[in-house]
């Protein structure tokens, strides 16, 4: 509160402020650093942020200060930050920029996606750090309002080149923090001899022996407390006896200090202190009006000020944080009633409706249905402006306030809805139960069961969302069949992402045989309902019998008649019946276009899980490069999203790779996860690999049990035919004929009404395993012929492997070297480096030595550089890459740099052809 004069000396913390001065310096030096100060209050985060402001005269320097009462507003901690940067809006991309003016109500539009006004602030940020380093400083980063402490995470987690230093102060506590993960210092209290001195240094007088050890024992080290506690406080009551209890911790000693001085102020002015606590904005013009309203003159306001509890001038300030909390729980619930009431009268309805109402809403006792229908109002302006966080709150409030049953379950209904939307789990649950309670008709109790199933699939992709996605499905169909249908589709790609671990009444068969035997479409049916219908007759009627349906429903989600929200919603489901059918070209199609829509939309929940389809199409088609790739955007996605997707696109390309010791580890944590978790897909999709990855190494035992396993678990579904094809091989190499043939019986059933190249390449390299003499031979060169007709270049390889090796077992050496030859070539090129060992020990038998070759690859690069190339490649500006990586422009171009370094290219015209040459070729790029 008090000016300061000349630097800030800090006690005690020398460690701290070099942390802290090197932060600076690297900025300096063009590098971004991030640091969370965390401890308890008081400890001296708020100084240290002071220390570094003091240190940083050379920069242009942000404060952000979150306020406790203002945690409900949407973007608000944001709103400040960026208010000194607004000047470059209109540099931003549009996407960027057109999320952010929504945001902050510079315009309307649709909700603005929490990643888009990241990304523009991220740009913001690092365009205004060209002229000089910018130094941000959020202090009370714990009462940051949920939307802002999402992008603020989001941002600090992207800063890399751009020589922006993040200093965010906060205060420990119970609750989860957005900001886990980054860099932290964590301040403890001051050492004794450290704490002496200072309460020395602050003490008026001379302080006893006995007095002044009991500040220190009470005070724990705490900075502020060693300068708080003493206020107001006699020698003789130090000596005989601190009055707080010793139950209570430092931040309440403090508190209590400070009501002890609030208590002898005038009533007045404990009435304006009151007021001023309540009020988030600090608009001195605001509270003038409010404690008008309330009869108290500004007079009032001057005994405070003298004793250094706020300072009033452009802006209304307390001392501490504390002492803020402190007024305000001081009061009764009527004082702070009457506050609030005098706030929501002072604050004009048509500038700030939202305080307004939320003012109004704390000045009420008991239900009041106009200030109900008011918060409604704001909730639906906080979700046009993208605050789910706001939004849940007013609407939360609203219920609390609404008197008709009926209605208050409506709302409690669209509360838990918003909350769901705001990750606020528990709290949706606990709205929904509140719901419940109230009287509601069928479509309000479809709309609970509903969301109970929307909640326990966002928490984790398995388990029960797939049996309560299906009550709710049934329960509409007499009420809206539009909606049904729908819900049927979810409720079948929940019971997808079970698999075989779905809970009994919600499995694939369960799902299936509902849709079957409910109502139809009433208007021409959409792709959605082709894609229902069809991979619901998978299950009731048989993969052969279903093929024809899934064919269109694949055909109808590849062409233009399908809407931009069927694709971003079921896209990646139609990818999977596109599997189904063996039809690897329209579902690349398929996944490619979801993935330009999703990224463009924003959308990048959806566009984590069609990722996953792409990488591993990536795969299939022999281009690890490109899988690799989507494989690190998948876990980006991941990490920014908290989405808890498996990662199946990995799982595939570390089987195909080999490399046992790396995908051993991947497989062994995802099937951990994916048991516990109740994804029985993502165990599948890692028992298939895992037969992949033993074939690969000749380990075929374990082959046969890994794919036994994966074929078990949900045996119509595309990952079984796949692991069919791998136990067939093992089978063969382990005598077990029983089993080999079985497995051939069911293939032949998968692949019965598929005519493409892809289905039958594959069963007739199975049955050449299964065959002998003449027979064998034919089926080995027509799975050849088929499968040198399609892009999947890594099965083309393996059945010249296994064509090679029965030729040297027939003893037919020369043309075995052919065949073994061509495929060591190409798995030692697409980099399946398990199968090319396999092939040169086969190669090696036949008397001729395979020629171990070293192939230019992306590993030159790091992944990060060779996404980074890979887009600049395609054409991608650095703002686009940026968008697309969820980096600064300036972080790519420093990348970039790198790139032309170990590329030996000076621009990007060159940069194209040196990532071909590089092993980077890629699919059409997506």
């Known amino acids: 509160m008090s000016q300061r004069v000349g630097p800030i000396q800090l006690r005690g913390r020398r460690s701290e402020c070099a942390v802290l001065d090197s932060l600076v310096e690297a900025a300096r030096a063009g590098a971004s650093r991030t640091v969370v100060l965390r401890g308890e209050a008081g400890i001296g985060k708020t100084a240290l942020l002071e220390y570094v402001e003091d240190r940083s005269t050379d920069c242009h320097v942000v404060r952000v200060v979150g306020i406790e009462s203002e945690m409900e507003l949407p973007f608000a901690a944001i709103h400040q930050l960026s208010r000194p940067l607004l000047d470059g809006l209109g540099r931003l991309p549009v996407p960027q920029r057109e999320a952010l003016e929504t945001a902050f109500g510079l315009s309307s539009g649709r909700p603005p996606d929490r990643f888009f006004v990241g990304l523009a602030l991220l740009g913001q940020l690092a365009e205004h750090a060209e002229a000089r380093p910018l130094v941000c400083l959020v202090d009370d980063a714990q009462w940051l309002d949920r939307s802002s402490a999402q992008v603020l995470s989001f941002v600090a987690r992207r800063l890399h080149t751009e020589s922006v230093v993040l200093v965010l102060a906060e205060r420990d506590g119970d609750a989860p923090s957005e900001f886990e993960g980054l860099p932290e210092l964590r301040l403890r209290g001051l050492s004794e001899q450290d704490a002496a001195r200072l309460v020395t240094a602050a003490s008026l007088g001379p302080l006893d022996a006995s007095v002044r050890g009991r500040i220190l024992a009470e005070a724990h080290g705490n900075p502020l407390a060693l300068l708080e506690l003493p206020r107001g406080q006699s020698s003789a009551a130090f000596a005989g006896g601190f009055p707080v209890p010793a139950r209570l911790s430092v931040p309440s000693r403090i508190e209590a200090s400070y009501r002890r001085r609030i208590e002898v102020l005038p009533s007045e002015t404990q009435r304006l202190l009151l007021v001023a606590s309540a009020d988030p904005v600090g608009d001195p013009n605001l509270l003038w009006r409010a404690v008008s309203e309330l009869g108290i003159p500004a007079s009032a306001a001057a005994p405070a000020e003298a004793d250094d509890l706020i300072e009033i001038d452009a802006r209304v300030g307390f001392r501490h944080p504390l002492l803020r909390s402190a007024i305000y729980r001081a009061a009764s619930p009527a004082e702070r009633r009457t506050a609030h009431r005098a706030l929501a009268a002072a604050t004009d309805p048509e500038v700030d409706p939202d305080r307004r109402a939320w003012h109004r809403a704390q000045g009420v006792l008991g239900p009041d249905d106009v200030v109900a229908a008011e918060l ?15 939004t849940a709150a007013f609407l939360q409030r609203s219920v609390a306030l609404t008197r008709d049953p009926a209605r208050r379950a409506d709302r409690a209904l669209a509360a838990a809805q918003a909350c769901l939307h705001a990750g606020a789990f528990d709290a949706a649950s606990g709205l929904v139960a509140a719901a419940e309670t109230g009287p509601l008709d069928e479509l309000g109790l479809a709309r609970v069961d509903r969301l109970k199933a929307e909640v326990a699939f966002a928490q984790n992709r398995g388990g029960e969302a797939s049996l309560l996605l299906l009550r709710a499905a049934v329960q509409l169909e007499t009420l809206d069949v539009r909606l049904s249908r729908d819900t049927y589709l979810d409720a079948w790609a929940a019971a997808l992402f079970a698999g075989g671990l779905a809970d009994d ?55 233009s008649d399908v809407s931009e929200e069927e694709l971003l919603r079921w896209g990646w489901l139609a990818t999977r019946a596109a599997n189904l059918v063996w039809d690897y070209d329209r579902g690349l199609e398929i996944g490619i276009t979801t993935v330009r829509l999703a990224r463009d939309s924003g959308a990048l929940e959806a566009l984590a899980v069609v990722d996953n389809a792409c990488g591993q199409a990536a795969v299939f088609g022999g281009d690890f490069a490109r899988a690799a790739l989507l494989v690190a955007e998948v876990d980006t996605l991941k990490e920014a999203t908290g989405t808890r997707i498996a990662p199946h696109a990995a799982l595939v390309l570390a089987g195909a790779r080999g490399h046992e010791g790396l995908a051993s580890d991947l497989m062994a944590g995802v099937v951990a996860h994916a048991t516990v978790g109740g994804q029985g897909t993502a165990l599948q999709y890692a028992r298939w690999a895992k037969a992949v990855l033993m074939n690969g190494l000749g380990r075929y035992d374990e082959a046969l049990t890994e794919a036994v396993a994966a074929c078990d678990l949900a045996p119509e579904l595309y990952i079984a035919s796949w692991a069919l094809n791998e136990l067939i091989e093992a089978a063969t190499r382990t ?22 190249d892809w289905a039958l390449g594959i069963y007739a390299r199975s049955s050449a395993l299964m065959s002998e003499g003449d027979a064998a031979e034919s089926l080995y060169q027509e799975a050849v012929e088929r499968l040198g007709r399609t892009r999947l270049r890594p099965d083309l390889a393996r059945t010249h492997l296994l064509y090679g090796e029965w030729l040297r077992r027939q003893g037919q050496r ?68 940026g968008a697309r990586l969820f980096l600064s422009a300036r972080t790519v171009e420093w990348h970039l740099g790198k790139v032309f370094t170990k590329l030996r290219v000076t621009s990007r015209r060159e940069l194209k052809l040196a990532l071909l040459k590089a092993g980077l070729a890629a699919l059409p790029a997506s």
């Open 376 to 390: 409604e109002r704001s909730a639906g302006r906080a979700k046009a402006r993208g605050g789910l966080a706001a």
């Open 505 to 559: 009444g919600g499995t694939l068969l369960d799902v299936s045989q509902a849709v079957a035997a409910a109502p139809r479409p009433v208007t021409p049916p959409l792709p959605c309902d082709l894609l229902l219908d069809s991979l619901a007759m998978v299950f009731t009627d048989g993969r052969p019998a279903a093929a024809p349906a899934l064919r269109r429903a694949v055909a109808a989600f590849a062409s």
């Open 735 to 756: 005598g077990h004929a029983e089993l080999a043939d079985e497995a051939l019986r069911r293939l032949r059933e998968h692949v019965q009404a598929c005519d493409t």
């Open 814 to 881: 020369v043309r075995a070297r052919e065949q073994l030859r061509t495929a060591d070539e190409m798995l030692t090129t697409l980099g399946m480096d398990a199968f090319a060992e396999r092939a040169g020990r086969e190669l090696l038998a036949t008397g001729e030595r395979a020629r171990r070759r070293t192939v230019e690859t992306q590993e030159r690069l790091t992944l990060h550089e060779a996404q980074i190339a890979q887009l600049a490649g395609d054409g991608l500006t650095n703002p686009e890459i």
